[in-house]
DNA sequence: TGGCTAATTGGCATTATAGCCAACAAGTTA
DNA sequence: TAACTTGTTGGCTATAATGCCAATTAGCCA
């Protein structure tokens, strides 16, 4: 995408376009109801009408965003009666979560700290 | 935690600004740009004359992809001269990005299958 | 069958993001 | 000093994401 007139880009397109779906992962993940829902099939799977009722937003909001982390091959379906469940399928973003919480947590450490 | 009756969230307020501050990194790295310069900074500290020439966009989108980076505290930034070089802060990105690099390995395959 | 629950999809308005250029600030060099 | 390099910020347009409602599909049960 970005093939500036003057100096086009140095990146390869292979590389590029490998580093296009990496970030549709991330993309996939920068939302607050996307990450509840992720910390919840981390305990279990669980129905769109379970999460619909967790969140507190309408069901076709829900639904799209559990659209969205199964597009990005984070959790995966199963139909069981007339309820669809959602699991968990890419663990490491269980660390990764843990690992940039961490990470908060020594920010607001130092926030704190700047405050005095 | 009972429901109210406009759909009212079920999550507590502090688990929601906690989430909404991990989406924030997920967005910060939802960017070929982005995951470029942390792959590069990854390397060693580079200035943004040096990321500018490889991306090939304009110094000014660069500088911001950067800012955004900075804001959620994956890189920092020092300045030498009349360069700012950036550094990479938070080193467990690069596990993630292995982890779902991985995942998209595995889904590629998967598609070639499905195709035969 | 009809009525109910569960879930998805389309449409639409609102908001956020991306990337260019222009302007500016700060450091360097002649 | 002026000219140049480096980087940031503001303004602007184009594109993408969000979330609601309405309509639809599918399964369940009396």
């Known amino acids: 995408m970005p093939i500036s ?20 992962v991330f993309k ?3 939302h607050f109801s996307r990450i509840f829902i992720v910390n919840e ?4 799977k669980k129905c769109v009408c379970e999460l ?7 069901k076709s909001t829900v639904s799209k965003h ?5 597009q990005a091959g ?6 069981d009666g007339n ?16 690992c ?3 990470m908060i947590e020594a920010n607001i450490k130092k926030m704190e700290i700047y405050i005095k």
């Open 83 to 98: 309820k669809v469940f959602y699991s968990l399928e890419v663990k490491c973003v269980l660390n990764f979560i843990s």
């Open 66 to 70: 559990l659209s969205v982390l199964k």
């Open 5 to 24: 007139q003057q100096g086009e880009m140095v990146v390869k397109k292979q590389t590029k376009e490998r580093m296009d779906l990496q970030a549709n």
């Open 28 to 30: 996939a993940l920068a």
């Open 41 to 44: 099939l981390a305990k279990g």
């Open 52 to 58: 619909t009722e967790m969140i507190g937003a309408d």
């Open 100 to 102: 940039i919480d961490g």
């Open 74 to 79: 984070i959790v995966s379906d199963t139909k």
